[in-house]
């Protein structure tokens, strides 16, 4: 038969149950405490450092719990490291900005005046799918519709859109109008390169070739309005 008492708590004995709930308590209490010492913006938005730093605290903050070797005063000791490391750099990062690169990152350009910026989308580790679904949260059908779209440090995407009248003639993103790119152009018309978003006039041909990435796989271009 199993030995379900060893399954749930181990080698423990049963009478270190009520430790364990004290000690999470206070371990969720520090965890609160440093949470709003990182303020407001080390919790809703989370650069690559600031999740080293959440990832630190809970490191530290997981084995004081339910260890009885691991202390609570050498989890504070921690955490009053880490907390003082994330104001230090903090501090760093707003006075010198060769700094702020290095720990923050900087925002990128992805979309251009409705074409895709190829070297730095190379830069990025997005794949197409995945950028096109976040367009499409966006309500963006097709890249016709945006000026531009940056990836921010945080990873979140910003794009800002052409007025109505300026809309252009753009890559479709939608997964069926996309999923139809083609080598051969069948009739005259414009099309928009499937990997750069190049937009241009093509005559039928079975075969062209793309003047700003080489590529040779086209989708029929749109303009339609962004429906916000």
């Not at 609160?32 to 989370?46: D, E, T, W």
């Not at 921010?152 to 997964?175: H, M, R």
């Amino acid at each position: 038969m199993p030995d379900f008492e060893k399954i749930l708590f181990g080698d423990e004995e049963w009478g270190f149950v009520p430790e364990i709930m004290i000690r999470t308590l206070v371990m969720y209490l520090i965890i609160l405490f440093s949470l709003r010492l990182l303020g407001k913006r080390g919790v809703k938005q989370l650069s690559v450092f600031e999740l080293v730093v959440i990832i630190s605290l809970g490191s530290a903050a997981g084995d004081p719990m339910f260890y009885k070797e691991v202390g609570l005063g050498s989890a504070l000791v921690v955490f009053a490291v880490v907390v003082s490391a994330y104001k230090f750099t903090s501090y760093l990062v707003g006075k010198y900005h060769k700094i702020e690169k290095i720990v923050e990152g900087t925002a990128t350009s992805l979309i251009k005046d409705g074409e895709f910026s190829i070297e730095n989308f190379k830069k990025e580790t997005l794949a197409q799918d995945e950028f096109f679904a976040e367009l499409r949260q966006k309500s963006v059908s097709h890249l016709g519709q945006v000026k531009l779209a940056i990836i921010e440090t945080s990873g979140e995407l910003s794009a800002f859109f052409y007025e109505d009248d300026a809309v252009k003639y753009g890559l479709p993103i939608l997964p069926d109008a996309f999923n139809a790119h083609s080598e051969e152009i069948e009739t005259e018309g414009l099309y928009s390169c499937s990997f750069c978003g190049n937009t241009k006039k093509l005559q039928p041909a079975r075969k062209t070739v793309c003047t700003k990435c080489s590529k040779t796989e086209w989708v029929k271009s749109i303009n339609e309005k962004r429906i916000a």
